[in-house]
């Protein structure tokens, strides 16, 4: 008797602990409420603006299209606090002036916006900034 | 090689890192368990009448153990969900469940219903303060004889709390607040510091861990060498069904000084287009 009990209380913790970790795992992934995760855009272009703010930085990024019309992205990205324990600052990661430079990222659930979450920033040197995961 | 030449070779090669090197110099070296217990190893400080001297800024990581950035070879950086890490910062692996305080069973529905509504529901999303003890252990330490101010560069903003130490008691007709009214005793070498008086706007922690305006934190520091142990107990007998320690954490000593927080401004929520959560741990 003692020995189901403990049989079921060991399967009932185990199960407790594979779904608390699940959802702490799957918590992780909260930018999926925002953007779509599901789809990846590729942009270039010089960016002209950087708001240093909390919880999430906010990149203004100047994309030239083939005719030469500019139109201004607005690219999300991880707080500041993130950012510089990997030793990044608002400078930094704009590049230098004039600077190409490459995202990539999920384009917004909101589809009117030119609005998108940034996973790659490649600058012209080749170096990249991983920002969720390589 | 003359000193002046290395030199120069130096400033070469600053130059032709550009800004980034700069940047990732002032980071310094990463913590590890080993570096950890070296620090803790060191003599205690005490001030004049033998209280352990707990000045100074301290690193506690800001409640973001699971970001582990490397620098790639290549110069590159990545900086979450990059693999696994070499000598990463102590802290609760990636995914690791947190603790969560234990409710009487009548306000299981209501944690439930403000986790399901998190996004709407948690205020710390919206650029309020955090409050206490969600928002961890203070960044720097001022200490004298009749107080303790703890300061903090937190996500949502800069914050400060005085903890009177000389035997004054919780004030009185003070509005309740969100890091509340404390007061601090040494037990030993362990400051204890009491708080009360909070307004219930905060959560213990994420995930719907409300708290009502009967909420007591006790919090106690110990320094060990040049680290100190932390750990919060919110105490809320109306809601909780015991009352609930958070995760221990070990504060180490830093040079790099707290910088005031950038500004928060809230715009994320508005982009939330489902109920998918939004997770904030701390």
């Known amino acids: 008797m003692r020995d189901r009990f403990r049989s079921a209380l060991f399967a009932v913790t185990t199960l407790l602990t594979a779904l608390l970790t699940a959802a702490a795992v799957s918590a992780h992934h909260s930018v999926a409420g925002q953007f779509d995760t599901s789809k990846s855009l590729t942009l270039t272009g010089v960016i002209s603006r950087v708001e240093w703010i909390n919880p999430h930085i906010y990149l203004h990024m100047d994309v030239k299209d083939q005719r030469g019309d500019v139109t201004t992205w607005t690219l999300a990205s991880l707080p500041t606090a993130m950012l510089r324990r990997a030793g990044l600052s608002r400078e930094s990661i704009q590049g230098q002036p004039g600077e190409l430079i490459t995202v990539a990222a999920n384009p917004a659930r909101d589809e009117t916006r030119n609005l998108a979450w940034i996973t790659k920033m490649t600058y012209a040197d080749g170096r990249a900034i991983f920002l969720t995961g390589q | ?282």
């Open chain 2, 1 to 282: 090689m003359t000193h002046r030449s290395l030199r120069w070779i130096a400033l070469a090669a600053a130059a032709a890192a550009g800004p980034w090197m700069a940047h990732a110099a002032a980071q310094g070296p990463r913590m590890t368990p080993e570096r950890l217990q070296a620090l803790a190893a060191k003599p205690t400080p005490r001030l004049t009448g033998g209280r352990p001297d707990l000045n100074g800024t301290w690193d506690r990581l800001g409640g973001i153990e699971f970001v582990r950035p490397q620098r790639l070879a290549d110069g590159s950086i990545c900086i979450l969900a990059c693999g696994p890490a070499g000598g990463g910062p102590p802290g609760p692996a990636p995914g690791a469940a947190p603790s969560f305080p234990t409710y009487k069973p009548e306000f299981l529905a209501k944690v439930k219903d403000l986790s399901d509504r998190q996004t709407q529901t948690d205020t710390s999303l919206r650029c309020q303060p955090i409050g206490v003890p969600r928002i961890g252990p203070p960044g720097k330490i001022v200490q004298n004889a009749r107080e303790v101010v703890f300061l903090y560069d937190d996500i949502n903003g800069s914050f400060f709390r005085i903890i009177p130490t000389d035997g004054r008691p919780h004030r009185k007709g003070l509005p309740a607040s969100y890091l509340g009214d404390a007061i601090g005793r040494w037990e030993k070498d362990t400051l204890v510091v009491e708080t009360v008086n909070f307004n219930d706007e905060t959560w213990l922690t994420d995930n719907g861990a409300f708290h009502t305006t009967g909420l007591k934190v006790i919090e106690r520091f110990r320094r060990v060498g040049d680290t100190i142990e932390y750990q919060a107990i919110a105490e809320d007998p109306a809601v909780l069904a015991e009352p609930w320690t958070g995760r221990p954490r070990t504060l180490w000593l830093t040079d790099q000084e707290l910088e005031e927080s950038p500004r928060c401004e809230d715009r994320d929520m508005s982009l939330v287009t489902d109920g998918s959560h939004h997770d904030n741990p701390r």
